[in-house]
Nanobody, 124 residues
């Protein structure tokens, strides 16, 4: 079993930056693709970004391309989401997810383990 713990959320003004981190407990991320999703109340959870085990493949949803960067440090067993030029519409609970496969997907059904989420609030 893998438990994921996100950190780095908070309140930031529009145009600001935050960096989210995700670390596992119970095992390492070895040969696991990773993703970030977000959810606002009353809406379905949506895909944000994903990265393969080797970091050679990354995917982003269109609304964050050029602003967000997903990365991972396998030696430190950590996945990051660098979020720049944040907008109020980025406000959501952000979830880290892990897949038992090296290639990432854009659907939440591709992922087997989830964190509890970290709140990101962007004020205008």
């Amino acid at each position: 079993q893998v438990q994921l713990v996100e950190s780095g959320g908070g309140l930031v003004q529009a145009g600001g930056s935050l960096r989210l981190s995700c670390v596992p407990s119970g095992r390492t991320f070895t040969r696991m693709a990773m993703g970030w999703f977000r959810q606002v109340p009353g809406k379905e959870r949506e895909f944000v970004a994903a990265i393969s085990w080797s970091s050679t493949i990354t995917y982003y949803t269109e609304t964050v391309k050029g602003r967000f960067t997903i990365s991972r440090d396998n030696a430190k067993n950590t996945v990051f989401l660098q979020m720049n030029n944040l907008k109020p519409e980025d406000t959501a609970v952000y979830y880290c997810a892990a897949a038992t496969g090296v290639i990432p997907g854009r659907s939440e059904h591709n992922y087997d383990y989830w964190g509890q989420g970290t709140q990101v609030t962007v004020s205008s």
